[in-house]
């Protein structure tokens, strides 16, 4: 028996409105599905660029110390280079150097936040400021008593002392800033591997 035109109409209407419902499904989960790979995508951005955030402030720490022990070891080599010829040139660039050792002692001020290497770098300042009177006293003894006198006072050995205990403090801090960036980057990772697990469609996606 052949449908009625109606009852034929209305079965394709209603076979048209499964189709779309079906479609509509289908596209509103490939809409969630994509905000979900979406929403691992950022959790996966944010780790990277926190961790390199804190890969360049490391950098930047090393690479402050670098200069400031540079800059204590030229000063070195310069008021040696004084004491030996008298060449004021030695003793112009002797201050241009004193200068930049305060300048590079306050630049990692700036950048250090961890409380223990702010603990660190509080031992500095006082040492550096006694490495540099006494350089600065050489060179008097070497101005007003001859080179004679400013070697004996190089052989009391004092700012071999206070050289080494300032190295050893750079080295210290360098050695406690790399830590520190491995251990931040363990915690970045771990944080974004916890948020991602806390979406179970995420976890699935990952996985």
């Given amino acids: 028996m052949r449908d009625h035109p109606i009852n034929a109409d209305h079965k ?22 994509l905000g979900v790979v979406s929403l691992s995508a950022v959790w996966g951005i ?11 402030h490391t950098l930047q720490v090393l690479i402050k110390l670098e200069h400031l022990n540079a800059n204590t070891l030229n000063l070195e080599r310069l ?3 004084y004491l030996l010829t008298q060449d004021p040139d030695y003793l112009r660039r002797f201050q241009s150097h004193k200068k930049q050792v305060q300048e590079n002692l306050e630049e990692i001020r700036q950048l250090i936040v961890d409380p223990g290497q702010q603990s660190r770098l ?3 300042p006082e040492l550096l400021e006694k490495r540099i009177v006494l350089l600065s006293h ?11 006198a400013s070697i004996a006072e190089i052989k009391l050995g ?8 300032i190295e050893r403090v750079i080295d210290d801090m360098e ?3 790399e ?5 931040r980057d363990k915690k970045v990772t771990t944080q974004a591997k916890l948020e991602i697990k806390s979406n179970p469609d995420a976890d699935t996606l990952i996985q």
């Avoid at 394709?12 to 599905?33: C, P, Q, Y």
């Fill in 12 to 33: 394709a209407d209603k076979e048209k409105t499964s189709v779309g419902r079906d479609v509509a499904i289908a596209f509103i989960s490939s809409f969630v599905l």
């Fill in 46 to 56: 944010h780790s990277l660029l926190a961790s390199a955030d804190w890969r360049k």
């Fill in 79 to 81: 008021q040696r280079g």
């Fill in 122 to 124: 509080r031992a500095l």
């Fill in 138 to 148: 050489i060179i008097n003894q070497r101005d007003a008593k001859g080179l004679e």
């Fill in 158 to 165: 004092n700012g071999q002392v206070l050289s080494a205990k």
């Fill in 175 to 177: 050695s406690a800033e």
């Fill in 179 to 183: 830590a520190l960036f491995l251990e």
